[in-house]
């Protein structure tokens, strides 16, 4: 067990480690209030299909709209962020 630790470790010695918090949790909360719009139309979705038990209906779509436009607003401001 200690030597596949110690191998662990060997190649990870490249990593960078960041003292301070992950900034892209920070930045893409900031990002959640540019994306209204989508995350209404996944909770009117959510509403919309509370109720099926057959699974057949889903929001996921409205999910991956809402989860793009995180992404799209985040991606330059956690790119500027990197050391």
């Known amino acids: 067990m200690e ?3 110690r191998q662990i470790g060997a190649r990870c010695a490249g990593r960078v480690d960041y ?3 992950d900034p892209k949790i ?3 909360k900031a990002c959640e209030s540019h994306c209204l719009k989508e995350w209404a139309e ?3 979705c959510e509403a919309r ?3 099926d038990e ?5 929001c996921s779509g409205q999910l991956f709209d809402f ?3 995180i992404d799209h607003c985040a991606a330059g401001k956690i790119f500027e962020q990197l050391k």
Not at 54 to 58: E, L
């Open 26 to 28: 920070t930045v893409e």
């Open 54 to 58: 057959s699974g057949v209906k889903h």
């Open 3 to 5: 030597e596949a630790r």
């Open 19 to 21: 003292p301070e918090e």
């Open 67 to 69: 989860l793009h436009c």
């Open 42 to 44: 996944y909770k009117a």
């Open 49 to 51: 299909v509370v109720g």
